[in-house]
């Protein structure tokens, strides 16, 4: 599952490099590290859940 995972988000990425920003800040949370089958790589919505994820889960984004 993990490399399908690796795999999809590479042709994610490759179709949509504006998300690269997005999915790098995902990756690097110390929660999903890396791991980021759980969310759905829909590029349509990608950002938006990333924003989100990021919004709930960073101390730092919450200061803002």
Known sequence: MQKQNELD???MLQANPHLRDAEHGLEDHDL?????????LDSLQFQVRADAFIK???KSASAE
């Open 32 to 40: 999903p590290r890396s791991g980021l089958t759980v969310f759905d």
């Open 9 to 11: 988000k590479a042709d």
């Open 56 to 58: 709930v889960f960073d």
